[in-house]
């Protein structure tokens, strides 16, 4: 089992910048890839950056890239989301997921689906 937990969420005014860490904890060497998610009120999960644990590439979601950083910091089990330049569109739940397949193509790294464990959230709220 692994165990995810979410923090650094919060109230920003447009234009303004928020980091948010993910805290892994449980049988972390299982894991591969891990990613961002948000979902805003009435609308689906939505993919928004992924990061593979050994190496460190990245891939992000076209309506955040150039905006937000995917970092990890593997001494602490950590993963980030750097989000500058946040708008009003941004507002939503983030989420991070981690998985088990080693193989995880960017392609499938996009759908929620693909992942086994999920944290509990973090609310980011953009005032316009």
């Known amino acids: 089992q692994v165990q995810l937990v979410e923090s650094g969420g919060g109230l920003v005014q447009t234009g303004g910048s928020l980091r948010l860490s993910c805290a892994a904890s449980g049988r972390t060497f299982s894991t591969y890839t891990m990613a961002w998610f948000r979902q805003a009120p009435g609308k689906e999960r939505e993919f928004v950056a992924a990061i593979k644990w050994s190496g460190g590439s990245t891939y992000y979601a076209d309506s955040v890239k150039g905006r937000f950083t995917i970092s990890r910091d593997i001494a602490k089990n950590t993963v980030y989301l750097q989000m500058n330049s946040l708008k009003p569109e941004d507002t939503a739940v983030y989420y991070c997921?981690?998985?088990?397949?080693?193989?995880?193509?960017?392609?499938?790294?996009?759908?929620?689906?693909?992942?086994?464990?999920w944290g509990q959230g973090t609310q980011v709220t953009v005032s316009s």
């Open positions: 997921a981690t998985d088990k397949d080693p193989y995880t193509s960017w392609r499938r790294a996009v759908r929620a689906y693909e992942y086994d464990y």
